[in-house]
């Protein structure tokens, strides 16, 4: 176990962001204070060569410019530089900046506009950009330069979007409608949204919480409606990487530990699959090996819970490990572990005991 970047220094964190790819090429993101007051430092790390390839700094705790990463992939970090208007006014000035991974890097401004609206999610691809606002539950895109205008992705009403993600041209999202359906859905500038992965009614069975890095597929998918959004049978399915319903070829991968589809997610890359998943109260962070549904789920230390889950590839996988109760910035630890380091995997099947 690897704690390059932990609360044990003199920095305390207040945002990370993770991503990889196949070839151990490795991302972190992370906003840290270099004083309880400001001024706070955004870097960007490569890994596993520890090259910082971008480095800003936000000067105070409350502005009057504030800088913060809105999502980061293996090619591309979403950066937003923002200002609140006025002394309460909800309008503040946006500015969104593109980086790319080949640095060290230059910014590239891509989106300068004064809005009103409440960023909830962003993903970034090497071909556009996704932000999901909350309310009203929608969200819009961006080509990768250029322009001020956000272009209308989905708007749902009575329910909510959630899981956004970005891969090349496509956006992937989870709709949850109420007791009406719980799908995934998928965009792209040319076809508009479709469903990829829905039922004919909730009641028959619901899904949420798609990831992909382009290859494989992942998502967690329930069948039989027992109250809400929870289900008799729930399982993690997986597929090739597919962008129409047609073409998925979903099948098992293993029994899930949660039993609802309101929620949850994780990442993926290099064969495997690293889930956050909940039920009555308690939660787990499993591994699934993408080839055989094989899976090791993984205790924080004592006194300790996981927060984020910043990437897995073929090698090692990267977790914010935080203090239990307290999920607030400044009491996070970023984890790196080899898979190697976890032990032989359970076969499918064989409970969630830590």
Wanted: hydrophobic share 40%; proline share 6%.
């Amino acid at each position: 176990m690897v704690r390059d970047w932990t609360t044990d220094t003199t920095y305390t964190f207040t945002g990370v962001h993770g991503a990889a790819q196949t070839g151990g090429h490795r991302l972190i993101a992370y906003k840290r204070d270099l004083a309880p007051a400001g001024p706070y430092e955004l870097q960007v790390v490569r890994l596993p060569e520890n090259v910082v390839i971008f480095d800003g700094l936000q000067q105070k705790q409350t502005g009057p410019w504030l800088l913060d990463t809105l999502a980061l992939s293996p090619k591309r970090e979403l950066l937003q530089v923002w200002s609140t208007l006025g002394e309460q006014g909800p309008k503040h000035r946006s500015l969104v900046y593109a980086l790319t991974e080949d640095g060290p890097s230059t910014l590239q401004l891509t989106y300068d506009a004064t809005v009103s609206y409440t960023e909830y999610e962003a993903a970034v691809s090497t071909e556009l950009w996704a932000m999901s606002f909350q309310p009203p539950y929608s969200w819009a895109w961006h080509g990768p330069f250029g322009g001020n205008d956000l272009q209308a992705g989905y708007t749902v009403n009575g329910g909510a979007v959630f899981g956004l993600l970005a891969v090349d041209a496509n956006v992937f999202f989870s709709v949850w409608l109420g007791s009406k359906a719980s799908d995934i859905m998928v965009f792209d500038p040319v076809g508009g949204n479709r469903k990829l992965v829905s039922f004919p009614s909730k009641i028959v069975g619901g899904a949420c919480c798609l990831v992909t890095d382009g290859k494989d597929m992942t998502w967690l998918q329930g069948s039989d409606l027992v109250s809400e959004d929870t289900y008799a049978t729930m399982n993690v399915m997986a597929s090739p990487f597919a962008t129409s319903a047609a073409d998925l070829k979903p099948h098992v991968l293993r029994p899930a530990f949660q039993k609802d589809v309101a929620g949850g997610g994780g990442v993926i890359g290099g064969g495997y699959a690293l889930y956050s998943e909940a039920a009555k109260g308690q939660g787990r962070r499993i591994l699934t090996r993408l080839s055989d549904g094989y899976y090791w789920v993984i205790a924080p230390r004592p006194g300790r819970d996981w927060a984020e889950s910043l990437y897995v590839d073929a090698e090692e996988l990267a977790l914010v490990e935080v203090l239990v109760g307290k999920f607030v910035a400044g009491d996070w630890t970023i984890v790196r572990r080899t898979i190697a380091s976890l032990g032989p995997p359970r076969p499918p099947g064989s409970g969630f005991d830590p």
